[in-house]
């Protein structure tokens, strides 16, 4: 008898392989809706919805069984068992990659789409520690998945002769695949992983050419119009304008009718004592979008205008406002480098960045998750370190905060507290049965935005004992509606509040005309360019135009909308809204429904791609001429960017930091600062770069220059203890003694770590002995930035 024909797997058994992964994927389908239901997204599990994405993974299973058939058959004919094997491994990956995508759509509700390539794997890595962390459940996953396959697979056994031979079987599959692109899906319905895999194809191929004759089409007039003029009773003084952009703060959660009212008691307040747009929209559904849009009008570029490579000339209200006088800073409680963050700001020359590094050790960081995993530092730590910040009165202000509680994993300070008063809110609540099945499975998030509302009403409180409170204009909005929580529908996400409160506001009013983040910077600059001699450039290249400050509702604007990194998919025309090849009118609520109308809507977001694509890749925002601070861009020679990208091409900054300092310890200086030099332009806020870059400036002896990066550092990152260390080093080299028991105290107060260096701060204070050098006088809090200036 002939052994390899025994052993020689059959249509049979590849049916068997097939029937299984069908059978998996409707168990993972079970997993997603049962987790929706128990988390108060869906009313059932086994609705209508259930069986179309039934259909869909049907589907889904019929054009994998298409695929992998003809390469199952040569190899079992080729060698046998390489044929079962290599689809029985190919298909538990790809049931392991649907399982984690279930995962990610069960916990953010919006599927995982061509976004994807928008985020390098340091910001996903960030991610996905922040939002819960790396443990061993996902591995338990894994392994489960794999057992209940193998598990179906071997139940198969009793079944698989009622399955004709290949060419039935295969006119079987093909007939399930074709029927499924007849049936409407929904992203929860449809499989995830044919889901992802389509939107990156679509994504990579769509056309975005640009075929007009203008070059630059974005360039007009600054508007004429003054919306905000007959509001503001405004001083000789140029005013001080402070932004205050709260991470996941939609309309859903507050104002008068909000769908889930009631706990943003002070935002509630304050939104009646100032211009409150109760149907603003953010113009991106995530993080990355809000600073350009808000700050710049600024169009996306393919991933968001942060992740462009090399940015183009641009004009923002931070740069305006600095040609014209006004000290600049930013404040967040995370790491910059995230989204691109600080290369942003380095290019708008702020005065002072806050981010992560820079708190110090009086200040604490939000609690680690069960993975051991922190964003950073809380709300209200945010805003107690930037009330410690002196602020010099001489000169108007504009101040940009970025908070970071309000996200996952939704662990406030104090979070017994806070659940504890969401326990109380709830009984006055008006909201329906589903609605508050929801706030009881979501009480954590519920308790993060009462602590969020506490931590806003503490720094407006504290802005009263600022000097210029009462010339200050505050502007407090969300960056788009928080993810966890069901919306209801399309435009929900972008949704978001729009308060602008100040000592200086002549009257108040409730605004219910549709607006976006994209109006706000040029409503403000028409504002103060109408009251104050600014220096303004003749022409401007603004996304949007002026605020709609009409009381009622209405939507007269063009406002594209990105809901993600690579996914423009929305467009709103009027009271039109284009979404995923839908178009929807918008009602008073910002309910939607069904339209006919609006035929021009998807030919529109059409030209405003091609437009986007050109100006953001082709420098063709603003002019030269135009340009108030040319972009700071270190330039690189041919043969250095070859050098450069010889080492590692790639974008994880920490492995070419690695590759620098072991250039440094073999003394290859020259090699070593280069390399310095290319992560600090794509990463500025890249730490231990700086430090190392000092670090070898010392090495060569050039000490003067070592000593000022070092304090930079100390400056930026009050915290972090490798600075002090270097810097001790530098001052010992150099016999600067008095500098190094000055940096005593100065480490001492500022890192939680100066026991990590009682070396060198013992060396200190015995090489001043031995000087004859006096103990250092300990300096006061607010003379700390001084003595760094001091050589």
């Known amino acids: 008898m002939n052994t390899s024909t025994i052993d020689r797997y059959t249509l049979k058994q590849y049916t068997r392989l097939i029937i299984s992964f069908f059978g998996t994927l409707l168990l993972l389908s079970i997993y997603q809706y049962a987790t929706l239901y128990f988390k108060g997204v869906v009313d059932t599990i086994f609705s209508g919805s259930f069986f179309i994405a039934v259909a869909h993974q049907l589907g889904y299973a019929s054009i994998i069984g298409l695929i992998f058939v003809f390469p199952f058959n040569f190899w079992e004919n080729f060698r046998p068992r390489y044929g079962f094997n290599l689809v029985f491994v190919i298909i538990a990956f790809l049931l392991i990659i649907e399982a984690g995508l279930i995962s990610y759509y069960c916990t953010v509700l919006v599927p995982l789409g061509s976004d994807i390539l928008g985020y390098s794997f340091s910001d996903i890595k960030m991610t996905i520690s922040n939002s819960g962390g790396v443990s061993i459940l996902p591995f338990i ?73 203008i070059e630059y089409p974005l360039i007009k007039p600054q508007p004429a119009e003054n919306p905000l003029g007959e509001f503001f009773n405004l001083k000789e003084e140029k005013p001080n304008i402070v932004f205050i952009i709260v991470e996941g703060l939609g309309r859903d959660f507050v104002g008068e009718g909000a769908e889930y009212g009631g706990f943003t008691p002070f935002l509630d307040s304050l939104s009646q004592k100032s211009l409150y747009w109760e149907n603003c929209l953010s113009n991106t559904g995530r993080t990355f979008g809000v600073l350009p849009s808000l700050l710049g009008s600024l169009p996306f570029g393919k991933s968001g205008f942060m992740e462009l490579e090399k940015y183009p000339n641009k004009l923002t209200l931070f740069s305006i ?89 939704f662990i406030p300070p104090n979070q017994e507290h806070y659940e504890k008063e969401v326990a109380k809110i709830m009984p006055g609540l008006k909201h329906d049965g589903k609605k508050m099945k929801v706030i009881r499975k979501n009480d954590n998030v519920f308790a993060t935005l009462l602590y969020t509302d506490d931590a806003l009403k503490f720094v407006l409180e504290s802005y009263k004992k600022q000097p210029g409170y009462d010339n200050t204009i505050f502007i407090v909005t969300g960056d788009h509606r928080l993810i966890p929580i069901p919306q209801r529908n399309n435009l929900s996400r972008f949704h978001v509040p729009l308060i602008m409160y100040s000592p200086l506001l002549k009257k108040t009013r409730k605004i219910s005309a549709i607006s976006s983040h994209f109006d706000v910077t040029p409503s ?167 430090i190392l870059s000092g670090r070898v400036h010392a090495w060569k ?31 010992f080299w150099e016999g600067r003694h008095r500098d190094a028991l000055e940096l005593i105290n100065i480490v001492n107060q500022n890192s939680s770590s100066a026991h990590m260096i009682s070396d060198k701060i013992a060396r200190a204070k015995r090489e001043a002995r031995k000087a004859g050098v006096k103990t250092f006088k300990k300096p006061e809090n607010d003379k700390i930035v001084a003595a760094l200036d001091n050589d």
């Not at 998945?145 to 002769?161: C, D, E, M, N, W």
């Not at 072991?662 to 600090?680: I, N, P, T």
């Not at 972090?720 to 080093?729: N, V």
Request: aromatic share 14%; net charge neutral; hydrophobic share 35%.
């Open 141 to 213: 996953g894994v392994i489960v998945i794999i057992a209940i396959y193998f598990g179906l697979y071997k139940v198969t056994s009793k079944y698989y002769h009622y399955i004709g031979r290949m060419y039935p079987f295969t006119i079987i599959l093909f007939s399930f695949f074709i029927s499924t692109l007849y049936l409407d899906g929904k992203p929860i319905n449809q499989n995830k992983s044919q889901y992802l895999a389509l939107n990156i194809y679509n994504s990579s191929t769509e056309d975005t050419s640009y075929n007009a004759d």
């Open 321 to 409: 406002l600095k040609n014209n006088g006004y000290q600049t800073a930013f404040y967040q409680g995370t790491n910059s480098s995230f989204d691109g963050v600080d290369k942003f700001l380095l290019s708008e020359n702020l005065d002072f960045v806050l981010d992560k590094s820079g708190f110090g050790a009086n200040y604490t960081m939000q609690e680690e998750d069960a993975a051991g995993s922190s964003w950073g530092y809380p709300d209200k730590e945010l805003f107690k370190k930037s009330m410690s910040l002196k602020r010099d009165g001489s000169s108007p202000r504009i101040e940009a905060y970025m908070t970071i509680s309000n996200h996952e994993p």
């Open 524 to 690: 403000l600059l028409s504002l103060l360019e109408r009251h104050y001699e600014l220096k303004m450039p003749k022409k401007v290249a603004w996304m949007g135009g002026a605020l709609d400050t009409n009381e009622k509702f209405r939507s007269k604007k063009n406002i594209p909308l990105m809901r993600n990194k690579n996914e423009l998919k929305e467009y709103v025309s009027g009271d039109k809204l284009y979404s995923d090849g839908a178009v929807y009118k918008i009602d008073t609520n910002m309910d939607l429904s069904s339209s006919f109308g609006g035929g021009d809507i998807k030919a529109k977001l059409k030209a405003f791609k091609s437009m986007n694509a050109y100006v953001t890749t082709n420098n063709k925002i603003i002019p030269d001429s135009l340009a108030i601070f040319s972009i700071k861009k270190e330039k690189f020679t041919e043969s250095e960017m070859v050098w450069v990208n010889s080492l590692y091409n790639g974008q994880n900054y920490d492995r070419y930091y690695m590759i620098a300092r072991d250039l440094a310890f073999e003394k290859d200086y020259q090699k070593s600062l280069l390399l310095c030099r290319y992560v600090l332009s794509e990463s500025p806020s890249h730490i231990d770069t700086k």
């Open 701 to 731: 002896r050039d000490r003067e220059k070592a000593i000022e990066i070092f304090k930079s550092c100390i400056k930026v990152n009050p915290n972090y203890i490798d600075s002090y260390a270097a810097l001790f080093d530098v001052y």
